[in-house]
């Protein structure tokens, strides 16, 4: 069984940058494909993020894809979502999600595994 826990939310103000961190425990985080969503008020979650095991292939949505960036440190069962030059419409709880199998895919069904959320607001 993976948990996974998020953090490094915050509120910054536009063009600012946060770096959020997603730990998860048990043995398999390696194999694992590994995303980023967000869910605004009112909206539905979307992907924002994913990388794959293995090769760590990375995908990003468009309205992110230049600003953000995934990462993972498979020794420290992290992985990371640095955003920079942030805009007020990029608040929302964001969360970490695994996959038991599979590559990287942006409908949320398709992973199991998800963190409690950390909250990102951005000022103008």
């Known amino acids: 069984q993976v948990q996974l826990v998020e953090s490094g939310g915050g509120l910054v103000q536009a063009g600012g940058s946060l770096r959020l961190s997603c730990a998860a425990s048990?043995?398999?985080?390696?194999?694992?494909?590994m995303g980023w969503f967000r869910q605004a008020p009112g909206k539905e979650r979307e992907f924002v993020a994913g990388?794959?095991?293995?090769?760590?292939?990375?995908y990003y949505a468009d309205s992110v894809k230049g600003r953000f960036t995934i990462s993972r440190d498979n020794a420290k069962n992290t992985v990371y979502l640095q955003m920079n030059a942030l805009k007020p419409e990029d608040t929302a709880v964001y969360y970490c999600?695994?996959?038991?199998?599979?590559?990287?895919?942006?409908?949320?069904?398709?992973?199991?595994?998800w963190g409690q959320g950390t909250q990102v607001t951005v000022s103008s």
């Open positions: 999600a695994a996959r038991d199998i599979g590559t990287v895919v942006v409908t949320a069904s398709a992973y199991q595994r």
């Open positions: 990388i794959s095991s293995g090769t760590s292939n990375t």
């Open positions: 048990g043995r398999t985080f390696s194999s694992r494909t």
